[in-house]
């Protein structure tokens, strides 16, 4: 009667799709079963402890039982009477207990049950967030490449350019002081041997200097990897 | 009866820092029964206090939840659990009753008295309040056992339901798919 009931609520439990669960929601549940289990437990220590008390009195009042000397009450009717009347309530009591011990081991299972489904709802939840980051992180990776490409098509023109900037070769309207007779020829090119040198000067160490410090970089996280290597074996 | 110290142990327990980390340690229960009523006489024998010698013991514990504070939403009504932790001895000579109960707060001791009591409540049975003879105490002391039972039955079918009422409410959500 109750697997219908359950299935057909669970039916619809996962149709309402916009119920998001959260993580406080999720302790919570948990926190209740382990409530719900605790309580489990308490019940079913009262039941043993019922049933003991009550069996401890039925061997004290049994007539036929050797091993105690329960006399002259055990065979007084009105003890006797009394006794039955006690059983019969501690057996209600038992019973109280057994019953509420039943229930709550149901909601438990039901609570577990849900649980497991809140958690789906998380995962599932989960899973859509980090595959709309994954199709964005794929289109900025694009972009990305296309900048390179361009960059790296640029990359000749920019240098030439660059060195052109600079005054190792100029072009210029001859019409300096310096220019002596032939004047009026249209651009000149001048080449300047000094400034190349000091070109050559700066530009060489540098290059030097940046692929030793990306080099050092690489050792050291090399040394780095290789010390924590060793930190985990050991 | 030695082992009632373990059901008074129960009501505090002390990590090894010395801090309180439980006010009662829940897990904790159990039974203990002693029958001494051989003759000759076994155990202590007072006779000034009328005990002839002939007795059994019993210790238990119960255990209850209880509603210690109710608040607006119902998700944060505050419960407890509650122990007894219950000695009784039955000296059959006389018929004297020992009881030790170990409660939190006293209401045990109220229920106990109105119903067993010279004073207590006149609407309870008149026989679970007759220690003339042995027979009159004995049938006494069955009548504690149960209010002690009763006592223990009570609240649970509150706490179980308001435990079934605040998971639906939770893992359903606001909206009512039930």
Same mark, same amino acid.
């Given at each position: 009667m109750l697997t219908p009931a359950l299935l057909s609520?669970?039916?619809k439990f996962l149709q309402a799709s916009d119920f998001e669960p959260d993580a406080d929601n999720f302790l919570f549940v948990q926190?209740?079963? *382990? *409530?719900?289990?605790k309580a489990m437990m308490m019940l079913d220590a009262n039941v043993s402890i019922l049933e003991s008390i009550h069996s401890f009195y039925q061997g004290l009042m049994d007539v036929n039982n050797p091993n105690t000397n329960f006399d002259p009450l055990r065979h007084s009717s009105a003890c006797r009477d009394a006794l039955a009347d006690f059983a019969l309530q501690m057996r209600e009591f038992t019973h109280d207990f057994r019953m509420h011990g039943a229930r709550a081991r149901t909601l438990a299972k039901i609570t577990a049950d849900r649980k497991d489904l809140v958690q789906q709802k998380l995962q599932a939840h989960t899973?859509?967030?980090?595959e709309s980051l994954t199709i964005q992180s794929q289109r900025e990776a694009v972009n990305m490449r296309i900048i390179s490409v361009l960059g790296f098509l640029l990359l000749p023109a920019t240098f030439v350019s660059t060195f052109f900037s600079t005054d190792v070769v100029k072009y210029q309207k001859d019409d300096g002081p310096g220019a002596g007779g032939d004047g009026g020829q249209g651009p000149r090119e001048s080449y300047s041997p000094l400034a190349m040198e000091r070109w050559v000067e700066v530009a060489l160490p540098m290059t030097v200097l940046t692929f030793a410090a990306a080099y050092m970089m690489v050792y050291w996280e090399r040394v780095r990897r290789w010390t924590r290597l060793l930190a985990c074996t050991k | 009866m030695a082992s009632f110290v373990d059901f008074i142990t129960m009501f505090a327990v002390k990590g090894s820092s010395g801090r309180q980390v439980e006010p009662v340690e829940l897990r904790f229960s159990g039974f203990r029964e002693r029958i001494l009523l051989a003759r000759p006489a076994r155990a202590l024998a007072l006779p000034s206090l009328g005990l002839g010698g002939r007795n059994?013991? $019993?210790?238990?514990? $119960?255990?209850?939840? @209880?509603l210690r504070r109710q608040a607006a939403k119902q998700e944060d009504f505050l419960w407890s659990a509650r122990h007894s932790a219950v000695h009784h001895q039955f000296d059959?000579?006389?018929?004297?009753?020992?009881?030790?109960?170990?409660?939190a707060r006293d209401e045990l001791r109220g229920r106990i008295k109105q119903l067993t009591g010279a004073n207590g @409540?006149?609407?309870?049975?008149?026989?679970d309040r007759c220690f003339a003879s042995a027979e009159e105490s004995f049938i006494s002391s069955l009548a504690v056992h149960l209010v002690l039972a009763q006592w223990a039955t009570e609240d649970w079918r509150g706490y179980i339901r308001w435990l079934e009422q605040v998971l639906e409410e939770k893992v359903r959500g606001d909206q009512a798919p039930f």
């Open positions: 609520q669970t039916a926190k209740k079963e *382990d *409530d719900t289990n899973n859509s967030v980090m | 059994y013991q $019993l210790c238990y514990s $119960l255990k209850r939840m @209880n059959i000579e006389k018929g004297v009753t020992v009881w030790v109960v170990a409660s @409540n006149a609407d309870f049975r008149q026989e």
